[in-house]
């Protein structure tokens, strides 16, 4: 059984595109995140919602817009897609508690706009 | 910003530990830390995590020293599915997110 998973697992489309990527965890965590990892290999934290609320927006582009239906389910919205949005976005989730944010990773989509 | 520092590249031989290193200098009182890694194309697996003592479980040992300044992530038999990059990261309590470094990158020689 995934714990964590991704769709789609690759993504190619033209600028200016809408695309969306959708994220369902199967742990029962309360805390999605969803990261990016760009062409560099560094991975940073875009965004975080515990209980469907959203806890963490570390300055990213309006043109990003997270949903979340449910606790299992994070999705990422992207619209007008640029070429510097090619990258890889994982998933993960967490069940905070007293400093043990052990984080379950999905295994990532990966985008490349054209 | 990454609170840690870690050697960009480091290799061991088969079979033998892997000693990898990271420093915290300005690590908090109620800070953990944290070691994830990456395999190549695959999402971050959580490895091990320790706030003062020593840790071990079925993956690897956690070596935290005395002034939390520093630790040690130990593979005591490493295998070629041991390459990845090594994340060392510190994480507060209340803290929702994982600040990811540059990491350790670990080629296991055959």
């Known amino acids: 059984d995934t714990a964590v998973s991704q769709t789609p697992k690759y993504l190619v489309t033209q600028m200016g595109n809408d695309k969306s990527i959708k994220c369902e965890q199967n742990?029962?965590?309360?805390?999605m995140y969803w990261y990016k990892q760009d062409s560099k290999k560094f991975l940073k934290i875009m965004f975080s919602?515990?209980?469907?609320?959203?806890?963490i927006n570390e300055t990213v582009p309006n043109r990003f817009s997270p949903k979340s239906p449910d606790k299992a389910h994070l999705n990422l919205h992207i619209n007008s897609l640029e070429l510097g949005d090619s990258a890889v976005y994982f998933c993960?989730?967490?069940?905070?508690?007293?400093?043990?944010?052990?984080?379950?990773f999905g295994p990532g989509t990966r985008l490349l706009v054209l | 910003d990454a609170k840690t520092t870690q050697p960009t590249s480091m290799d061991c031989a088969e079979g033998r530990a892997a000693n990898l290193p990271c420093n915290h200098s300005t690590i908090s009182g109620n800070e953990y830390v944290y070691w994830y890694r990456q395999i190549h194309s695959q999402g971050p697996q959580y490895i091990i995590h320790?706030?003062?003592n020593n840790e071990t479980n079925e993956m690897a040992s956690l070596i935290i020293t005395e002034d939390r300044k520093s630790s040690t992530l130990i593979l005591p038999h490493a295998t070629l599915r041991d390459t990845a990059v090594y994340y060392c990261i510190v994480s507060i309590d209340s803290s929702y997110k994982l600040i990811f470094g540059s990491g350790t990158r670990l080629l296991v020689r055959p």
């Open positions: 919602y515990n209980n469907k609320e959203l806890i």
């Open positions: 993960a989730s967490s069940q905070p508690g007293q400093g043990e944010e052990t984080q379950y």
């Open positions: 742990l029962g965590h309360d805390t």
């Open positions: 320790g706030l003062k």
